[in-house]
């Protein structure tokens, strides 16, 4: 049996999400109950932190408390708790990490002009990721990058989503390992849409 860490069960996407797994057969850790476990195969980090005061423009000026406050929880905290589980993923078989996204923080499509918090938190993460990718790809490592539609569709149907591509394998095309689309760092959406960061 194949066991998979989300690092909380808050909202409705979480907690659907933690049911799609336990419906496919998967032991469901958390931070709290990792402990009790010696290996995790799928790691999804669900940080997805937003404020309300993080309304302003660019010609209101920054907020740099709301900005710091944002970093912590999407960056620093995700930072941290790979760090603390990631010997568990070490000898765990599937060796995959998960982390939660939004396609309005990519630079290329983003068209709100209010946000900055979140999206600059987002940014920093991505960087995060690549800089992960880079040296864990070569040990076996695969990684998603998920954009769960918040607020745009239902959580149930995006938790589905989330769990197809967490555990399904992206192929080779043509049978050919050298043209493997697991060396490719991409995202996609709950309607299975991939985005540029």
């Not at 149930?156 to 490719?184: H, M, P």
Request: proline share 1%.
């Amino acid at each position: 049996m194949k066991n998979v860490l989300i690092t909380r069960k808050k909202n409705a996407f979480e907690v659907n999400l933690s049911k799609a797994f336990k419906r496919e057969g998967y032991n469901v850790f958390t931070p709290r109950t990792v402990k009790t476990t010696d290996k995790i195969d799928i790691y999804i980090d669900v940080s997805d932190e937003r404020d309300i005061a993080d309304n302003f423009t660019i010609r209101d000026g920054l907020n740099e408390s709301v900005i710091k406050k944002i970093y912590n929880e999407n960056v620093l905290k995700s930072m941290k708790s790979l760090e603390r589980h990631i010997h568990l993923l070490d000898t765990g078989e599937g060796k995959r990490i998960c982390f939660l996204t939004a396609a309005q923080a990519s630079i290329n499509e983003t068209r709100e002009t209010n946000g900055y918090a979140y999206k600059l938190s987002k940014a920093a993460l991505h960087n995060f990721i690549q800089m992960i990718s880079n040296k864990l790809a070569s040990s076996g490592y695969t990684f998603r990058v998920f954009d769960p539609m918040h607020n745009e569709i239902d959580e149930v149907l995006s938790a589905e989503a989330a769990f197809n591509y967490f555990t399904r394998r992206r192929g080779t095309e043509n049978d050919d390992n050298k043209r493997d689309d697991e060396n490719r760092l991409i995202f996609r959406d709950a309607l299975g849409r991939e985005h540029t960061w």
